[in-house]
């Protein structure tokens, strides 16, 4: 059975260590608990196992010595022993909004001398009765798998200078390691060796090309000990503010903008026209009328996109049966990123119009520089 909640482990440090008999291993575990929406998840109990004991498969053989508390004062956590940890709501029937997310930290983890792969153990239960927290029921349950360590692993503490960045800025990555092992930054479909920007203590540093979009970093390590392949790895996200997208589909549960701030356009005369330069996709709509029966009034919107030739946008506000009613025209003008635009009308003075742009990035229709 699948979770109603999504869960996600951290630990301090990463990766985690056992310990040997110069130092014992100490962790700290943080348990995230979010709701992915797009509903509200009412909650019971939630059910933290860490399995316990000496061997590869167990996390520590002194489950007594961790600590559990919550970053939020309406829930608790506690250990109920053997390294069974309960977490609740202080109000029975409690819900996570779409979105909203709670942190569990165990503390004072004395991991046990036996390098492998643990399971940790998650189980929801529902609220019953009238009893403080109510009574724990079987329900969905799920798993984290958490790596444990040599005290020597060859790479830790890979981590960037900032986890978001303007769109177009770079963030430098740093790391300590073993210096002997052949290490590689892989990103995107792109992998960087690193082994020049090692210092001789083991200290790593390299800085990113710019980033557009939300960006994932591995460093892995490749090695022989005792003549066996050993490759290690660790990962790294970062977050780019008003990112780059392509996409397929699209879903959305909040408010999506297709149009950025709007733009009114001058518009020069025959004589006179007015250039401009567009630094994002986006359309010029607009108009022109006139009351006159015999003179029509024209518009003109020249665009000339990268490497294509000039393309010409016209409209005239006449109607060629006479009359003395408004007569109007409308006009919409596409126009590519870095376009030349050239805006020109001709007519008598008895006549209105306007033109508006549309960015669908940002930016607005500029003049080109003189």
Wanted: contains cysteine; proline residues 8%.
């Amino acid at each position: 059975m699948t979770t109603a909640l999504h869960y996600s482990l951290h630990t301090s440090p990463a990766p985690l260590r056992v310990g040997n008999e110069d130092a014992p291993g100490r962790a700290t575990l943080r348990i995230t608990m979010a709701n992915p929406g797009p509903d509200p998840v009412t909650c019971g109990t939630i059910a933290l196992t860490l399995p316990t004991g000496d061997g590869r498969e167990a996390l520590t053989a002194t489950p007594e010595t961790i600590t559990a508390h919550t970053d939020d004062v309406g829930w608790s956590a506690e250990h109920r022993g053997d390294g069974v940890f309960h977490m609740r709501p202080a109000s029975p029937g409690t819900q996570l909004k779409p979105g909203a997310r709670l942190v569990v930290t165990l503390a004072g983890v004395a991991v046990n001398r036996t390098v492998g792969t643990v399971t940790l153990g998650v189980s929801e239960g529902a609220v019953e009765g009238d009893g403080p927290g109510g009574l724990l029921r079987r329900g969905a349950s799920d798993a984290l798998r958490l790596a444990k360590a040599a005290p020597n692993a060859m790479l830790e503490d890979f981590r960037p200078d900032r986890v978001v960045v303007p769109n177009g800025e770079t963030v430098t990555l740093t790391w300590k390691c073993e210096v002997g092992p052949d290490y590689e930054i892989f990103y995107g479909d792109q992998r960087r060796p690193v082994n020049g920007f090692i210092d001789a203590g083991g200290n790593g540093s390299w800085t990113s090309p710019a980033l557009t979009t939300a960006t994932a970093f591995m460093l892995l390590g490749s090695t022989e000990r005792d003549g066996v392949p050993v490759t290690y790895g660790l990962t790294t996200a970062v977050t780019v503010d008003m990112p780059d997208l392509e996409v397929g589909d699209l879903e959305a549960n909040g408010t999506v903008r297709l149009f950025g701030q709007a733009q009114e356009v001058d518009w020069g005369t025959e004589s006179e026209p007015r250039s401009y330069v567009a630094d994002t996709d986006g359309l010029i709509t607009g108009y022109i009328k006139t009351t006159l029966d015999g003179a029509p009034a024209h518009l003109n919107v020249f665009v000339t996109p990268p490497n294509l030739r000039r393309q010409k946008f016209a409209t005239q506000s006449w109607d060629a049966r006479g009359g003395t009613d408004n007569q109007e025209a409308s006009l919409f003008v596409p126009v590519p990123r870095g376009s030349a635009v050239r805006v020109v009308r001709k007519g008598d003075e008895n006549f209105t119009a306007a033109l508006t742009w549309f960015p669908f990035g940002t930016g607005p229709l500029r003049e080109p520089p003189s």
